[in-house]
């Protein structure tokens, strides 16, 4: 069974740096691209990064770029999102997603239940 | 490529058919995908490549269309099928557009 299971949420002031994690379990983590997709408290669904099996690919939402780095350990079956430069609108629940393909380019097809991030004063 | 789903809201009751759409800003071809998320859940995927419905979904969830046009259709609604969907579109990325979502609600 696929399990994706994110940690590292919390409160973190604006500026401020957090990084999360997701450790994937079930499935060869070298088989699949990874991905972050948030969705702000009451609102929809938005992408927020992916990256390939080999990290040669790494892809972001204009909203993020510059500030927030995606990576993944194979050898841990980990994915990771580190978050910089935190804003009030990057408060949301994150996800992290299992991509049908080795390169960050279909449909998600499995979901961890996601972390929450509050960027707040 | 914004995705625009409608209606917002869908009220329907148990046993009936619910039809809910989404267009695309430009052609995606078939490559748009339907998930569906209950309260306090991670979304699931229901459907990808417009009309394949994923691993152990029931056969009432149907989905059709290509270019800008899609529909997801449930035949006859369960009380579990009460929740928000989505469609994304994954022809042009980054970014992997989702829709707004409809809320399917209990008439």
């Known amino acids: 069974e696929v399990q994706l299971v994110e940690s590292g949420g919390g409160l973190v002031q604006p500026g401020r740096s957090l990084r999360l994690s997701c450790a994937a379990s079930?499935?060869?983590?070298?088989?699949?691209?990874m991905h972050w997709v948030r969705q702000s408290p009451g609102n929809g669904l938005e992408w927020v990064s992916g990256?390939?099996?080999?990290?040669?690919?790494?892809v972001y939402a204009d909203s993020v770029k510059g500030r927030f780095t995606i990576s993944r350990d194979n050898a841990k079956n980990a994915l990771f999102l580190q978050m910089n430069s935190l804003r009030a609108e990057d408060t949301a629940l994150y996800y992290c997603?299992?991509?049908?393909?080795?390169?960050?380019?279909?449909?998600?097809?499995?979901w961890g239940q996601g972390a929450l991030v509050t960027v707040s004063s | 490529i914004v995705m625009t789903q409608s209606p917002a809201t869908l009220s329907v009751s148990p046993g009936e058919r619910a039809t809910l759409s989404c267009r695309a800003s430009?052609?995606?071809?078939?490559?748009v995908a339907w998930y569906q998320q209950k309260p306090g859940q991670a979304p699931r995927l229901l459907i990808y490549?417009?009309?394949t419905r994923a691993a152990g979904v029931p056969a009432r969830f149907s989905g059709s269309g290509s270019g800008t046009d899609f529909t997801l259709t449930i035949s006859s609604l369960q009380s579990e099928d009460f929740a928000i969907y989505y469609c994304?579109?994954?022809?042009?990325?980054?970014?992997?557009?989702f829709g707004q979502g409809t809320k399917l609600e209990i008439k």
């Open positions: 997603a299992r991509d049908m393909s080795t390169i960050p380019r279909y449909y998600f097809d499995n």
């Open positions: 079930g499935f060869t983590s070298d088989e699949h691209a």
């Open positions: 990256i390939s099996w080999n990290s040669v690919t790494t």
């Open positions: 430009q052609s995606v071809t078939n490559n």
């Open positions: 490549a417009a009309s």
């Open positions: 994304q579109q994954y022809n042009n990325w980054p970014p992997y557009s």
